[in-house]
C-alpha cells in the first residue's frame, strides 16, 4: 500500500524549517496541495495586493517544487475529503493558522478527516508558543480585544 502523506500549504509558503512539510516527508510520498478558500474568511476576504502576492509566491512555490503544487479553489473540507478518497492518501499536515474563523474551518476538518480515517497533524509554523498555552499568574488564557470587531478572544 502507497503512503501518500498531504502537506496543506496555506500563509507559509516556505519549504525549509517547515514543521507541517517536514511532517509529510516522513511518509512515502508528499503531495503538495494550495486551496484558495474565499468563503470561509467571510468579511477577511484578501484584496487585490493580497491577490497578488499570493500569485507570486503560489508560482515561486510550485517552481520550488518542480512543479508539482496542486491548486485549488473553494471548499478546503471537501477538497480535501475528494482527495483522501480518490488518492492512496494515510496522512494530512498543515501549519495552523490563527484566526477564529479559520481554527473553527480548520477543527471540522480534521474531525471529518479522522473520521475517515486518515491522520490528521496541525503543526506550529509560525509562534513561539501556542495562544492556548500563554496563562496570566491565575492561571486563565490571556485575552486580546480583535482589533476589527473589538471582542475579546
Not at 498531504?6 to 507541517?20: E, G, H, I, T
Not at 510520498?29 to 500569485?55: C, E, M, N, Q, R
Not at 509566491?57 to 517544487?65: F, T, V
Not at 478518497?85 to 479522522?114: F, G
Request: include cysteine; aromatic fraction near 10%.
Amino acid at each position: 500500500m502507497e503512503d501518500v502523506a498531504v502537506c496543506w500549504f496555506r500563509q507559509d509558503m516556505r519549504l525549509s524549517d517547515n514543521p507541517a512539510l517536514s511532517a509529510a516527508a516522513s511518509h512515502q510520498h508528499v503531495l503538495p496541495v494550495y486551496i484558495l478558500d474565499t468563503k470561509s474568511p467571510g468579511t477577511f476576504v484578501p484584496g487585490a495586493a493580497s491577490h497578488w502576492w499570493l500569485h507570486c509566491s503560489l508560482h515561486a512555490l510550485n517552481q520550488s517544487l518542480g512543479g508539482k503544487l496542486s491548486v485549488y479553489e473553494g471548499n478546503p473540507k471537501q477538497i480535501l475529503a475528494d482527495i483522501v478518497q480518490r488518492l492512496p492518501v494515510t496522512a494530512v499536515h498543515w501549519n495552523r493558522c490563527y484566526e477564529p474563523w479559520s481554527m473553527e474551518r480548520d477543527t471540522k476538518i480534521k474531525t471529518i478527516l479522522i473520521q475517515m480515517g486518515i491522520q490528521v497533524e496541525s503543526h506550529n509554523g509560525s509562534l513561539l508558543w501556542e495562544p492556548w498555552d500563554i496563562k496570566k499568574d491565575d492561571g486563565t488564557p490571556i485575552k486580546y480585544l480583535h482589533h476589527f470587531t473589538g471582542k475579546a478572544v
